[in-house]
Structures are given as structure tokens and as C-alpha cells.
């Protein structure tokens, strides 16, 4: 099979993604195999390339930890009616943690297709049978587009943040994929949102999809002005991916009894934060990865309904694929960058 590999860690990644020839893989017991129709970058693809967080796994790696396609083959004790079947796949695999002596319940321990195993840049993929979703007819660029982002935004604004109609939702950073995502999910709470970026072209773009109010970020702290577009009051909830680079701006910004959720550091972790609004306006500070499979049928269903869709920046072949790993370092993107691998699409 063709697949689209990082052939040896290092920044930047793009230079070392190649499309190559590997075995297509055989479903193990419990998995499906599915003929990928289309996979979409996320940014953990870049930290995968550069061999962070040090998965032990040989190079050339696939990643891709969103994919949709057709079930063509399943593995043993997976019943064959799943063959034939459009699917997207939750790439968050619980795996637990050992219970301790004292008989505590173990966490969620999360493993995720496209970094501690193969992922969907390739013409096929593997995952449990437990990590899918039958979309039917949905779009597969779409669907593509639209799975780990959207589950992790959704599991931050409901089972986290518990969001709801009239919260103001603070999303800085707009334009990647997890913040879209969480600017569709918030209007689709009847949240308003107020959203930041360094670019007046994707404020406006955000504007356009149902941003309340945006704020430019010059480098500053741009706190007054998000407590401005909400009346001086402050916003109830933030969703932030970017990490250590806005995380006092956001402090600053919210209200009595806010809620700020944090799914990543995209600028880095080392954050200034101000422990005496934190306790003095008592904020709750709450960190969410990624979402299990009810989260997941749960926001799924609104893609196959119509209700939720995802922004998708670009489309490429596989033989473009360096170019949209080019494209998401540079961090000029305004959604979702998707590989099509239907028809001759890896031939190209």
C-alpha cells in the first residue's frame, strides 16, 4: 500500500515526509481494517514528526489520527457485517491503568491511533472495532476533518466546562483545528464566543462562522478588550490550546466562577498564571484530553446530522502531503488540512 511517512524525526517535519510502499497491514482480534477514503493532520502529527513525546516507535512513521474509509477486512471475534461500512474512527483508545492493591478504579489512560501505532496516512489503517462510528453516507472529507478535533472540544465544553446557552466562551488562538471546533460546538450551545488571533483575516473569517466578538492579538495583553466585548463582566468559560503564551491574558479575562480548560500548549507549558484571581474570583482551572466513545457517537451524530461541520483549510493528494505538513508548521491555517486518497489519489 501507499502511505505517506515521516522517515526520521526532526523540525522541520516537512522535509522528511515521503509517500512510500508498505505491507498493507492484517487486522489482529478485536480490529477492523478499513480502506482509507480520507485522513487530516493534526497538530500532534508535527510533534510525532519531530519525536516528541518519544513514542518507542521505529522510523518511517505514519501517523494520522483522524481517518474515514471502508471496513474491508476484520480480525478475529469481529463480526463481518462491519465490512462494506463507511466508518470514522475515535483515535483515543482506552487502554486503563492497573488497579492498585487497595482497589481503586483506574483512570482513563488513552492511546492513540497515529502515535503509539500506525495511523490513517495510508491507503489502509487498523483500529478497534470499539473505536468506530458507521457515518453512511457523511462526506469522508468532512468526517475527516472532523473527528479528534471536534470530540476534544466537545468533551471541554460539556463534560468539562459544562457550557451552556447565554455563556460567554473565550477561544483564543482561532483557526486551528480544536478552536474551530469549539467556535461551532459553543454556537451550537447557544454560547456566544469571543475569539483572539494575530491575524485580522481569520477574525474576520471567524465572524463569518459566528463569532460574537474577536480580538486581535498583538502580543499584548488583551484581557480589557475581551472584557469590553462582554460588558466588563468577563467570560464564563475558555477553551485554550495555545498554552503558556495567552494563559494570563485568559486568567485575566474571566469571570466569577469561570471555567478554563486547557487540552494543550501549543506555545509551550511553562505558563504565568495569578493564583489570587484564581481563588479570589474562585475559578475552577480544568485539564480534558481528547473524549471516550460516548463523547464521541454523541458529536458525531451531529455531523451525520447536519447540525455541526467542520472548516477545511486545504484538500491534498497523498503526493501533496509534505505540503500540508509545510502548510500546519507555518501556522497559517484556517482549519483542517485533508488528505484524499480516493480513486488513483495516492498515484498522484
Not at 285 to 296: A, K, P, Q, V, Y
Request: net charge negative; hydrophobic share 45%; charged share 20%.
Amino acid at each position: 500500500m501507499k502511505a505517506v511517512a515521516v522517515m526520521i524525526g526532526g523540525a522541520p517535519v516537512a522535509p522528511n515526509v515521503e509517500l512510500v510502499d508498505l505491507p498493507t497491514p492484517e487486522p489482529a482480534a478485536g480490529e477492523l481494517r478499513v480502506r482509507t477514503e480520507a485522513s487530516a493532520l493534526n497538530h500532534l502529527d508535527l510533534w510525532i514528526g519531530m519525536g516528541i513525546p518519544g513514542v518507542d516507535r521505529p522510523w518511517p512513521r505514519v501517523t494520522g489520527s483522524d481517518g474515514v474509509g471502508m471496513v474491508d477486512a476484520v480480525g478475529p471475534g469481529v463480526d463481518e457485517a462491519w465490512i462494506g461500512r463507511r466508518v470514522m474512527m475515535n483515535a483515543a483508545c482506552d487502554v486503563g491503568t492497573p488497579s492498585s492493591p487497595g482497589g481503586r478504579e483506574a483512570g482513563e489512560n488513552f492511546q492513540l491511533v497515529g502515535e503509539h501505532v500506525p495511523g490513517a496516512m495510508a491507503e489502509h489503517f487498523l483500529v478497534p472495532a470499539t473505536n468506530v462510528v458507521d457515518i453512511g453516507d457523511t462526506d469522508p472529507v468532512r468526517a475527516a476533518a472532523f473527528g479528534l478535533t471536534h470530540l476534544t472540544a466537545w468533551r471541554m465544553l460539556t463534560t468539562r466546562a459544562s457550557a451552556g446557552p447565554g455563556d460567554w466562551v473565550l477561544i483564543p488562538g482561532i483557526g486551528g483545528g480544536v478552536a474551530l471546533a469549539a467556535l461551532g460546538i459553543a454556537r451550537h450551545l447557544g454560547c456566544n464566543a469571543v475569539v483572539t488571533s494575530r491575524s485580522e483575516a481569520k477574525l474576520a473569517r471567524a465572524r463569518e462562522l459566528g463569532a460574537s466578538a474577536t480580538v486581535l492579538d498583538e502580543g499584548e495583553d488583551w484581557s480589557r478588550s475581551v472584557r469590553k466585548a462582554t460588558n466588563g463582566r468577563g467570560v464564563d468559560v475558555c477553551i485554550d490550546s495555545v498554552g503558556a503564551a495567552v494563559h494570563l491574558a485568559c486568567i485575566k479575562s474571566m469571570a466569577r466562577g469561570g471555567r478554563f480548560v486547557t487540552c494543550g500548549c501549543t506555545s509551550g507549558p511553562a505558563a504565568t498564571t495569578d493564583l489570587a484571581r484564581i481563588f479570589w474570583n474562585q475559578l475552577s482551572i480544568l485539564g480534558s484530553t481528547m473524549g471516550d466513545m460516548r463523547e464521541f457517537r454523541q458529536v458525531a451524530g451531529l455531523l451525520i446530522d447536519g447540525r455541526l461541520a467542520p472548516v477545511v483549510d486545504a484538500v491534498h493528494a497523498p503526493a501533496t502531503a509534505g505540503d500540508a505538513y509545510a502548510a500546519l508548521e507555518g501556522g497559517m491555517q484556517f482549519g483542517k488540512f485533508v488528505i484524499d486518497w480516493r480513486g488513483d489519489a495516492a498515484d498522484t
